[in-house]
């Protein structure tokens, strides 16, 4: 964990940083899309299908998709039990 940053959750205590896109945390959305988890990556960042729609269009996040998701305004931060929690509910895809 030396090597991530970390978040003190408040369910959790001290843990590892990740983001997600808010749609997911309000289960607005079942389908959980990230890089496949690795080493260095254990839990990548991830989005909803919504959020995919705009990612697919243009095959990476860039200035067009970024803005046509308002990735900005729509990014959570939780701790990697928060998120192994809310991805276990959800329909996982790898890209």
């Known amino acids: 964990m030396a090597d991530q940053d970390s978040i003190n959750c408040t ?4 843990s590892v940083t990740t983001y997600v896109c808010q749609h997911l945390i309000r289960g607005e959305n079942q389908d959980w899309y990230c ?3 690795d080493e260095e990556k254990p839990w990548p960042d991830s ?3 919504k959020c995919h729609e705009h990612f697919a ?3 990476e996040w860039n200035d067009v998709s970024e803005q046509a998701a308002d990735i900005t305004n729509n990014v959570s931060i939780l701790c990697n039990h928060c998120y192994e929690q809310i991805r276990s509910t959800c329909h996982v895809h790898y890209i």
């Open 57 to 59: 269009k243009e095959g």
């Open 11 to 14: 369910t959790h205590g001290d």
């Open 47 to 49: 989005w909803c299908g």
């Open 35 to 37: 890089a496949e988890p």
